[in-house]
């Protein structure tokens, strides 16, 4: 397909069911995953809304989104009780009748003699009941199924259920089942230690000669995303446009598979055998935690110290009286005493220590909130660096934790 | 009021606009805070909804909220670039002009002189444009400012920025000039160290004495939040309903304030003098960081470890050869020895260990994922409790840190 001439964007559109997601009371994380998924597969995700448990309500809403859009994938409101009413409000919407299915009658009829109340078993047979003509998305996990109805012409209803554990292998069911776009998935190149404008600056000349791929960049604190969306180049352009701002990237890019750099981390150190150590105070186990969310990282990550007190650098990590008091806790002395403590009392190859003041009091005109000293310490030697982190207490120690994630991922890839 | 004939309910809607929402690339969170507020405050929340950069869809969509709602609150899109659609979609929907306002231009004619370019001066005067009749509210942060304008009779636009941090502040501005709901705010209490289930079959008694009082729980891991609601009763109904449950919930509640159980438990050290330390094996860094998350923790959190490796929790903390041998590292007898090692290393007053199996892999049929070691060390003694808890890698390493928080805490509450 030439670039002068792309495909009919193809809309999509993403709900959310639920009370207490209107109300405040639950972040609604499904939404961002099911646009993502969407959005990256070549869908136009034209809005995302999120509705109480109202049967009218939310059966307008399916009926006014299926006027507009290809595919209307919704989560919440699948399970067994008298407020999951999105199946009512579908069947309303797209006027098919609900039908107990046969093949999830075993499963369900299990489930319901566990319950004392006819009511009670009822209502898990309610679970049962799919459009009628739709596919059946049995779940992993859980107990309701998900369904993907067609409406009129070729417009489809995806009904997921709301955990989000139950919904993620469902979703990748249902957009196997959806029509292709024709469009690319979009590429996302994630980048660490590189501002938004720098990032911008360097892969907008390349744009300029992959006409018909889209760029999107996405600051978080500490990080960039790069993102190049498929608008009619076709594949083989937008993977030749991702290898050439990878190139210009250079280091700043830690990937182009979606992995987190704490994840890029945990592979590299496993891949080159390379045990790691932290020492931290003013991000207090954020690094830590950070790594160890990864599965698999007990291979490499031997363990760390919280030393948020001076007496804690002292005793644990044995940082000197005389480099306190001269230097300061916040200080580079401090910083690499702390790297270079934590790297031989756990017998590491490598560590970072981290050592600032994150506020929102303590600052002073020498060192102002923000102040953060960084250092790494291996075999070869132990240095450190200085930065000015901008933002209130949480965004200094998140922007802390990435530029210590991102010197040990440096210095991997170095070693 | 009586409570049998409630105050007409007054509906609202929340809008937030942003292409890199609706296209999964960043979390929205300021739908959760502007929907919590607004639903504490007796509003009744009708739908939440995203969309894109696009003028003429947002137009569209305020046009119709306004049709059905008394208050709609949209944030994003009033910054300086080309992309910041929100004033011109909502002049268009409201037909109002937008117009200079005369206060704001002094503060951002002198941004606007930082800037080389005319296109870029312009683009930044462009945040000086305010709806006819408006009122505007000056950022505390950042440069745009954010409008409360009238639609047709009562109904009131408000535009916030999109940065949370410019938005806060201004939402609370914005709510104290809307008009009283005549409900009482929302009150919460959250509990920990209960089940959802049970926590209901206790509160449920209560609430069949207090008519007109709503009541939703909310469950995240580790945690359960009765939320009581006005629907009727009125302040003082809801304040002895929310007293009433609290005595029943005991222990288990430990804040009506809103308060996190970090908060909590810094807090409570702090008033009593006691100084606190950390041990964490499958939690890596998570306890720690959710204390020093908190302002001020350093006056009583002394440190911790993080002692992934067994080489770690010998080294670090002093676990014996022996106990890892015998017992293995997921044990009382570990648990114990690195509650009480931490806690003389940091000369701390109350210790707590983590010990377990997150997940995925690791585990055995004596020892299955999710098993949890905890040990409380203090002066008076070492004692432990074991758990199984549910859930994958994420899900067990989130209970196992609220577990541990709350271990503390009851602690802190007996000295």
Chains 1, 2 share one sequence.
Not at 97 to 121: F, I, K, M, N, Q
Not at 185 to 204: F, M, N, Y
Not at 351 to 368: L, N
């Amino acid at each position: 397909v030439p670039a002068e001439e792309p495909i009919a964007r193809r809309y999509a559109a993403v709900v959310t069911v639920g009370s207490e997601i209107v109300e405040g009371l639950r972040l609604d994380t499904n939404t961002r995953e099911i646009a993502f998924a969407l959005s990256s597969r070549g869908y136009h995700v034209r809005e995302t809304v999120s509705v109480g448990d109202d049967i009218d309500v939310l059966g307008d809403l399916f009926e006014a989104l299926l006027a507009s859009c290809e595919v209307v994938v919704a989560t919440g409101g699948l399970g067994p009780t008298h407020d999951d009413i999105t199946r009512e409000a579908a069947s309303r919407a797209l006027r098919l009748p609900l039908e107990e299915r046969a093949e999830l009658l075993d499963r369900l009829e299990r489930l319901a003699r566990r319950h004392r109340t006819a009511s009670a078993r009822d209502n898990v047979m309610r679970q049962a009941q799919i459009l009628r003509g739709a596919t059946v998305l049995e779940p992993t996990s859980g107990t309701a199924p998900g369904q993907v109805a067609r409406a009129h012409g070729t417009a489809a209803l995806v009904l997921l259920p709301g955990p989000p554990h139950e919904m993620r292998p469902m979703l990748e069911q249902a957009l196997a089942l959806l029509p292709a776009t024709g469009r690319a998935p979009a590429r996302q190149l994630s980048c660490a230690g590189i501002t938004e404008s720098d990032a911008q600056l360097l892969v907008q000349p390349i744009l300029e000669n992959h006409h018909g791929v889209g760029l999107t960049l996405l600051a978080t604190p500490g990080l960039v995303s790069v993102v190049l969306l498929d608008d009619g180049a076709g594949p083989d352009a937008v993977h030749a446009a991702t290898l050439a701002c990878a190139a210009v990237l250079g280091p700043a890019c830690y990937s182009t598979q979606g992995e987190t750099l704490a994840e890029v981390v945990v592979r590299t150190a496993t891949q080159k055998g390379i045990a790691l150590a932290t020492a931290e105070s003013c991000t207090g186990g954020l690094v830590a935690a950070a790594l160890t969310s990864v599965p698999g990282s007990s291979a490499v990550y031997l363990g760390g110290v919280t030393s948020y007190a001076d007496s804690a650098k002292r005793g644990l990590l044995g940082v000197s009286d005389d480099t306190l008091e001269s230097a300061g806790a916040v200080s580079a002395k401090t910083a690499e005493e702390m790297a270079g403590g934590v790297r031989v009392r756990l017998g590491a190859n490598l560590s970072v220590a981290v050592t600032g003041i994150a506020g929102p009091s303590g600052g002073t005109a020498d060192k102002p909130v923000g102040l953060v000293w960084f250092a790494v310490s291996s075999g070869a030697g132990t240095r450190s660096e200085r930065r000015n982190l901008f933002g209130d207490r949480d965004g200094v120690r998140a922007r802390a934790t990435v530029t210590a994630l991102d010197l040990l991922r440096r210095e991997i890839e170095r070693a």
